[in-house]
């Protein structure tokens, strides 16, 4: 069964380091997302991609935030300054459909900042 | 703007039991409302999706409601079994684009043997 993949699984980090988070969706899939999820707390919409461009984001998808999809298959998320309140776990998911379709996730690729 | 509440925390049931998770939304109806169950450490995986002009989904185990009336969603897993324990997640679109989910804050079920 086709799945999303992400790497690395964990990523330890020093406050302020840039950060590179990667994902290979489901290669027929033409959106793209990332989430993430504080230890213990919701799954937050962080930014959805399509057509090479972001379509949504969230007011967490600030400046320091940035995707792109350098190649046919993968979509990388980076942190360019990483802070404490980054850490999280972060998952990558794809959907064929943009409206209503359900969104395969990834195994998340959980982030600590020190 | 949107929110959406899941009730409980937590909930324990025996094995064998029907488990029933409550999904609330405030403000307006949104179009569709979907359920996830993600285990410990891992991705959401998604379960079923029901639109608002349907009153109940079904598959296998699994059955949803949709009462737009009460602004609520049910979840039920039928025939619990102790494999089934894991959290569920409730997600509408939100204020945002039908691309932007917002996730309730899950329930964990323990079915218990």
């Known amino acids: 069964e086709p799945e999303v993949t992400q790497t690395p699984s964990h990523q330890v980090t020093q406050m302020g380091q840039e950060v590179i988070l990667r994902c290979v969706p489901i290669s027929n899939h033409l959106y793209f997302y990332w989430y993430r999820q504080i230890l213990g707390q919701k799954v937050e919409f962080l930014v959805s991609f399509y057509n090479n461009e972001i379509s949504e984001k969230s007011e967490i998808f600030d400046d320091q935030f940035s995707v792109e999809r350098p190649d046919g298959s993968n979509f990388t998320l980076k942190i360019r300054s990483t802070k404490l309140e980054d850490s999280a776990m972060y998952f990558c998911a794809s959907s064929d459909y943009g409206y209503t379709g359900e969104l395969f996730f990834g195994e998340g690729s959980r982030l600590t900042v020190l | 703007s949107q929110k959406i509440e899941q009730n409980s925390e937590a909930l324990n049931i025996q094995e064998g039991k029907t488990a029933t998770l409550t999904c609330n939304y405030t403000?307006?109806?949104?179009?569709?409302l979907q359920w996830y169950r993600q285990d410990p450490g891992r991705g959401p995986v998604f379960l079923l999706l029901?639109?608002?002009?349907?009153k109940e989904k079904r598959k296998e185990r699994l059955k949803v409601t949709f009462d737009t009336t009460l602004k609520q969603s049910l979840f039920h897993i039928t025939a619990s079994q102790p494999a089934d324990s894991a959290t569920y997640l409730c997600?509408?679109?939100?204020?945002?684009?039908?691309?932007?989910?917002?996730f309730g804050s899950g329930t964990q079920l323990t079915v218990l043997p």
């Open positions: 029901i639109r608002e002009n349907e």
């Open positions: 403000n307006y109806s949104p179009a569709y």
């Open positions: 997600a509408n679109p939100g204020d945002g684009s039908a691309r932007q989910l917002t």
